[in-house]
């Protein structure tokens, strides 16, 4: 029974897909690519109800550093309302689009 316990705890050990998640604009990409990280995943929209400039950038940079999974977040702003913050981090980022 030890040995089925010991493997599943080592399991998701060698399964295990790192990455970082990025508030902020950086131009490391490629060391990050060089450290094994696989995805990256960026902040597109501020707490205040505003797109992050520095989203389209870093994920700009992370393509041509070799990063081929590459996402966005977003953090909404309580005084605005759901749907127009999606839709205009959709239509900024739109206006940004990756090849």
């Known amino acids: 029974m030890w040995k089925i316990s010991l493997a599943a705890l080592i399991a998701p050990a060698v399964f295990a897909t790192y990455g970082i998640?990025?508030?902020s604009g950086t131009n490391e990409f490629?060391?990050?690519?060089?450290?094994?990280?696989?995805?990256?995943?960026?902040r597109a929209w501020h707490s205040y109800g505003g797109p992050d400039p520095s989203a389209p950038t870093n994920?700009?940079?992370?393509?041509?550093?070799?990063i081929k999974n590459r996402d966005i977040y977003m953090f909404p702003c309580r005084g605005k309302s759901?749907?127009?913050?999606?839709?205009?981090?959709?239509?900024?980022?739109?206006?940004?689009s990756e090849e």
């Open 21 to 23: 998640d990025l508030s």
């Open 82 to 96: 759901a749907s127009s913050q999606v839709s205009e981090m959709i239509h900024f980022m739109g206006s940004h």
């Open 30 to 42: 490629k060391c990050l690519k060089e450290h094994e990280k696989h995805f990256v995943v960026t």
């Open 59 to 66: 994920l700009d940079r992370a393509r041509a550093a070799g």
